[in-house]
DNA sequence: CCAATAATTCAAGGAATATTGAACTATGGA
DNA sequence: TCCATAGTTCAATATTCCTTGAATTATTGG
């Protein structure tokens, strides 16, 4: 990930809406969510959503295909994951312990906790 | 890190100044760098740097001191961690995989690399 | 106290983003 | 073919963000 890329990943995540909408797509899976599902959650209209899903695409935290009449969206995990490491590497520059504060603290899932369902 | 800072502190990278500002603070360590030194460095004018300085405090990713004439930042060490979590946390809550990616390709520093300067 | 240094705040203009409704495109079924 | 469904694109407006120069505040040295 070089630094246009991330400071256009940070512009996309900036937005309550686009936010939500990654977090969605997260936790909906390879499989993705229609445009119009989308919408329906983010209580937003097909035009908003639309403008905000092609930012994020425009961005590269997001894929789309389309399949029958919907247009399915689902997240990039490559651009998630890189933009962690840039966000990583950032502040390991200064100091490691940064690093270890994370991974200490980290809540989040074990490595070998879930892998089998990937 | 709630949500609302992390929204906060994505606007604030999201500009490509702030971010240089943030990786010279980050490099910098607990000493900071004075706010004409940074305007210095980004050949950036006092007015503005006091701009994008005001705005990443805001989002609590830098602090300040004074210290005699000058205004000393310094990058907040525990809010970049918080943000790295954060993303985290998203990415982990659909698939661990990005996890482990992240921490495979990390070429960025070992935890029991250089603890011993911080 | 006065001048110099270091920075911030203010106000104004310009640029980029966000929101909305209307018009348009693509797909699938009767 | 015609219609309904699912989305996008366009144009206009509103809002927020960025930049700049002028005025202001805080600190130190003479």
Do not use: W
């Amino acid at each position: 990930m070089d630094e246009r890329q991330a400071l256009s990943s940070f512009a996309a995540l900036s937005q309550e809406t686009r936010l939500a909408i990654v977090r969605a797509l997260v936790v909906a899976g390879p499989e993705g969510l229609a445009a119009g599902v989308i919408a329906e959650r983010m209580g937003v209209s097909a035009t908003n959503v639309s403008f905000h899903l092609k930012e994020l695409e425009r961005s590269g935290l997001i894929s789309q295909r389309r399949e029958s009449r919907s247009i399915i969206y689902s997240a990039s995990y490559d651009a998630l994951a890189g933009l962690v490491k840039f966000l990583m590497e950032d502040c390991c520059a200064g100091h490691p312990a940064i690093r270890e504060n994370v991974e200490k603290s980290d809540g989040c899932c074990s490595p070998d906790d879930e892998v089998a369902s990937a």
